[in-house]
């Protein structure tokens, strides 16, 4: 059993207790948020012991792992102080506001045999496991070009306002403007494409405010990118796009293109999220040829979406797994427990140390529009 405490009870807290039953192995030792209101709140609902301060969360031995959730720009100071006072730490993305600190917080815990670790978890999911079974089998050949979408729909044009977590937190908007919604959403591409295919060698992006009115409130606030694109080359050989924005319809594909077929991933959101193979010259399903058949009696595009291929199936699941309600059906407690079993084994998670400040780093590019910009040496 693991000693785990939370720091933030804000908005995807919630997510995190959720997902908290499909790991017994865990043990939540309490939480804590500077909001006092908030901590309240979320204690109450659900019925978990709280802490005076940060330093209590610290100085409490029955803590191993330091759950940050706090918002990005306090993710630095936290994870620093959490290091120094001997534990380790699961934060969610990205690990700190610059490379510089990212770096500072890797070495810190290396000196200090910590193991620092970062979210997203959605690259634990079952659907990645499916992907990278596929690709190591050559089911489409050698990788060539990837497209990953991170387009999260206009929400600003939603009344977010009124968005509440379970506990009853509000759904922190304003803040996501200021920082950028790259910095907060691109983690989940960029995690499935690192570990899939390895080390970035180079990013060149493109990132801008293409919405500077997100409404009521928000007038004089300094706003971030709001959409981001960029071209990722890697080690290995692969080419990536990835785009992330508040503007485009929700999209949150992920499509793979080999030298033999096709990969496609509808929601890296969904943790058994559908996944489709299309082998190049294979002869296309009668759904397919009926709508392209139409399409050309009509002689216009209908507004019908088809992924193209066979839609592979699951392994069976050992067990149902208790995730958030769509969009957000992601195991937010699986790279914890991941971290937990390699601590307990004196084993490395894959999503630590140096790869999460190379993610740190990527998506940093992303969010800033960084061009020819090359990710330190893993």
Same mark, same amino acid.
């Given at each position: 059993?693991?000693?785990?405490?939370?720091?933030g009870?804000?908005?995807?807290?919630?997510?995190?207790?959720?997902?908290?039953a499909?790991?017994?192995?865990?043990?939540?030792?309490g939480?804590?948020?500077?909001?006092?209101?908030?901590l309240?709140?979320?204690?109450?609902?659900?019925?978990?012991?709280?802490?005076a301060?940060?330093e209590a969360v610290?100085a409490?031995?029955?803590?191993?792992?330091?759950v940050n959730l706090?918002?990005p720009?306090?993710?630095?100071?936290?994870?620093?102080?959490?290091?120094l006072a001997?534990?380790?730490?699961?934060?969610?993305?990205p690990l700190?506001?610059?490379?510089?600190?990212?770096?500072?917080?890797?070495?810190?815990a290396?000196?200090?045999?910590?193991v620092?670790s970062?979210?997203?978890a959605?690259a634990?999911?079952?659907?990645?496991?499916?992907?990278?079974?596929?690709?190591?089998?050559g089911?489409?050949?050698?990788?060539r070009?990837?497209?990953a979408?991170m387009e999260d729909? #206009?929400? !600003?044009?939603?009344n977010?306002? %009124?968005w =509440? @977590?379970?506990?009853g +937190? $509000?759904?922190?908007?304003v803040?996501?403007?200021?920082v950028g919604c790259?910095l907060e959403h691109a983690g989940?591409?960029?995690s499935w494409?690192?570990?899939?295919f390895?080390?970035v060698a180079e990013?060149?992006?493109?990132s801008?405010?293409?919405?500077p009115?997100?409404g009521?409130?928000?007038e004089t606030?300094?706003?971030g #990118?709001? !959409?981001s694109?960029g071209?990722? %080359?890697? =080690? @290995?050989?692969v080419? +990536? $796009?990835?785009?992330?924005?508040?503007a485009?319809?929700?999209?949150?594909?992920?499509?793979?293109?080999?030298?033999?077929?096709?990969i496609?991933?509808?929601?890296?959101?969904d943790?058994?999220?559908?996944?489709?193979?299309?082998?190049?010259?294979?002869?296309?399903?009668?759904?397919?040829?009926?709508?392209?058949?139409?399409?050309?009696?009509?002689?216009?595009?209908?507004?019908v979406?088809?992924?193209?291929?066979?839609?592979?199936?699951?392994?069976k699941?050992?067990?149902a797994?208790t995730?958030?309600?769509f969009?957000?059906q992601?195991?937010?407690?699986?790279?914890?427990a991941?971290?937990?079993?390699?601590?307990?084994g004196?084993?490395?998670?894959?999503?630590s140390?140096?790869t999460a400040?190379h993610?740190t780093?990527?998506?940093?590019?992303?969010?800033?529009g960084?061009?020819d910009y090359?990710?330190?040496?893993?």
């Open positions: 059993m693991t000693g785990i405490a939370f720091v009870t804000g908005f995807v807290a919630d997510y995190y207790m959720t997902t908290l499909n790991h017994p192995q865990l043990r939540l030792a939480v804590w948020d500077r909001d006092a209101e908030r309240d709140a979320f204690t109450r609902y659900w019925a978990v012991s709280s802490y301060s940060l610290l409490d031995p029955a803590v191993s792992i330091v706090t918002t720009d306090s993710h630095y100071t936290v994870n620093r102080a959490t290091l001997g534990k380790h730490v699961y934060c969610e993305k700190a506001m610059t490379v510089d600190e990212a770096s500072e917080l890797v070495a810190l290396r000196d200090r045999a910590l620092l970062g979210a997203p959605n634990l999911s079952d659907a990645h496991a499916l992907c990278a079974s596929l690709l190591q089998a089911a489409i050949g050698t990788p070009l990837v497209y979408e729909g #206009p929400v !600003f044009k939603a977010w306002r %009124a =509440r @977590s379970r506990s +937190a $509000r759904w922190p908007g803040h996501e403007f200021e790259t989940y591409a960029a494409l690192v570990s899939l390895g080390p990013v060149s992006a493109v801008a405010l293409t919405f009115d997100k009521p409130g928000t606030l300094a706003l #990118p709001d !959409f694109v071209c990722l %080359a890697f =080690r @290995s050989g080419t +990536a $796009r990835v785009t992330c924005g508040l485009a319809p929700r999209d949150r594909s992920l499509t793979v293109i080999g030298d033999k077929g096709t496609s991933v509808r929601d890296l959101w943790n058994r999220s559908p996944i489709h193979v299309e082998a190049f010259g294979a002869k296309r399903s009668l759904t397919h040829r009926g709508l392209d058949w139409l399409e050309w009696k009509l002689g216009r595009k209908l507004p979406r088809l992924y193209p291929g066979t839609k592979v199936r699951y392994p699941a050992p067990s797994a995730l958030p309600a969009p957000s992601i195991d937010f407690m699986r790279g914890i991941v971290q937990a079993q390699a601590i307990a004196g084993e490395t998670p894959y999503f140390g140096a400040r993610l780093e990527v998506v940093l590019a992303l969010n800033s960084w061009r090359r990710p330190l040496d893993m």
